[in-house]
């Protein structure tokens, strides 16, 4: 590993003492880290950088990472657009029990029905 304080002045967003200890442990490979980081890069308008962190978290099973990498697909942000891959993360991270991704299913399996007529029973 290279120390931080060696990187820092090259990297693309600022990093405040709490932010640099979260970066460590996503470095080490917690989940729940790895997510905070790519969080972080999306909060700073980077979200090229917040790809490969929302990737590893989800490689790990973690389900926000799922679902926002499953949004940024479907919009086009930081990756090419790609409604599939992005649907099938959401519908991932449901499995794993993220409700908003549960909800999410919920209207796309209903936009995909057929309307019923309503005057039937």
Known sequence: ???LDLVQPHLCI???PEDALVLA???AGEADAQNEVALLFLTNGKPERAIGWLEFAAKHGHADAMNLLGTCYIEGNGVPKNDNLGIAYIAKAAANGHVISQR???FIRGRSETPKDPGST
């Open 104 to 106: 999410q299913m919920d």
């Open 14 to 16: 600022s990093l405040s």
């Open 1 to 3: 590993m290279v120390p």
């Open 25 to 27: 442990k996503a470095d």
